[in-house]
Each structure stands twice: as structure tokens, then as C-alpha cells.
């Protein structure tokens, strides 16, 4: 945790809150930080600032923010990725949301299992988001959308989604030029579920105007594949 994500109902008066128990016990028993010591706080959607402790009880500590803090810039980013297993949904939303996804988009595919759209962590996305800004020291949510129906997602949504200066780029195996390198606009990036996309969802997705590139001759998991995409097109 780089950061004490709050949330704007959290202040009052000139003070802000801590009191959800797990930040409370990560700056208590982890950080053993006191009265009078300094800790980054954000304010979700709103502004970071490095602030002191003022109080601390039982269960809350106030905290009076000091001086305001730059955040982190999110990348020109929607990805798009095929609803992973539920244990691989959890990593993939905290790191997605860590490195800087401006937003994320989950879709069905041939090879995603439909129990996985039952799975109690989409409950809990939420969670996991604030996980992930923690991390980073963000206070800006990505906006997270859910498309349980692949062909209406390609042909109806991911058409308006595409312009000149923000193309789409399909991560393949099987394609035949590699993905680009240290690119200077906004992308969409699309990745498949483990098996990957099958060829008739690859033509489809081409046949909408997405482009097509490998990552080299190694198949790589989702949240390997995320994380390896976003170092390679914004480095």
C-alpha cells in the first residue's frame, strides 16, 4: 500500500478519516507510524497529498493533509481482454489498474467458460481496483465494462471504439507481423483467453477493423501478456 485510498465522504472539516480496518491496521502494526509522522493519502477520483496524523483511536486515525501530490498519468489505454479464470480476474484487474489502464473492458469468447461469468470476484472488482491504485499511488478508477455476448461486443461496440489516431490491436500467436514498439497515441489492445481467440473471432475482429500482431514465438498467460503489452507499446 503507497497510498491510503479514502473516499469523499471520509473527510470532515479539516481532517480526513482512516478507519476501514485494513488500512488502519497496515499503518498501525505494519508501517508503526504515530502521531506526528507523514503518510500519502489519496482522495478516490479527486487528489492525493502527503498528510500528518493528527489523532489516533481505536479505530480511526485523522489524518490533515500537508501538501498536494502529483498523480500518476494513466495511459491512453482501453484493454480489452477475454473474462479469465476467476483466481487470474483478481491479478489481471489489481495490475491493469496499477500500470495505468485508462479503461478496461472484459468480453466472452469461444474458449471463456460460462461458470466464469458466475464468479463471485465480479462482485468484488471494485476491491480489487482500489487494490490496484493503492499500489500505484492513483486515485483515479478506470471505468470497468462487461460484455457477456462476443459477436454484438465486435460488431456493434468495438467499430465506435476504433478512429484513425486510436487504432486496435489484436495480440495473436498466430499472426504474421509483430506488435509495434514505443508508440505516440492511444491504442485499444485486445487479448484472448488462454487458448486463444479462435479463427473465426480473429476474422471477425479483422473484418472490424482491428490489426493483427504477434508477440513473438512464445505463448505467454493473460496477465503476463497485459503486462508485457503495456511495457512494449508505452515504454
Known sequence: MNIVL??????QDAFW????????????????????????????NQARYLAEIKKIDAEKIWVQPVQEETIPAKLPVTLVVALPRPKVLRRLVMDSVTLGVDKLILIHSYRVDKSYWQTPFLQQLDHYVTLGLEQAGDVHAPEIQLYQ?????????????????????????YAEIAMPQTIDHACTIIIGPEGGFIPYEVDLMKNNGCQVYHLGNRILRTETAVSYLLGRLFA
Open 6 to 11: 479514502l473516499q469523499p465522504e471520509d473527510g
Open 17 to 44: 478519516i482512516i478507519q476501514q480496518p485494513r488500512q488502519y491496521q497496515h499503518i498501525i502494526q505494519h508501517l508503526k507510524l504515530n502521531i506526528g509522522d507523514q503518510l500519502k493519502i489519496g482522495i478516490r
Open 149 to 173: 455476448r462476443f459477436k454484438p461486443f465486435v460488431e456493434d461496440i468495438l467499430p465506435q471504439m476504433i478512429q484513425i489516431d486510436r487504432p486496435a490491436y489484436l495480440a495473436h500467436p
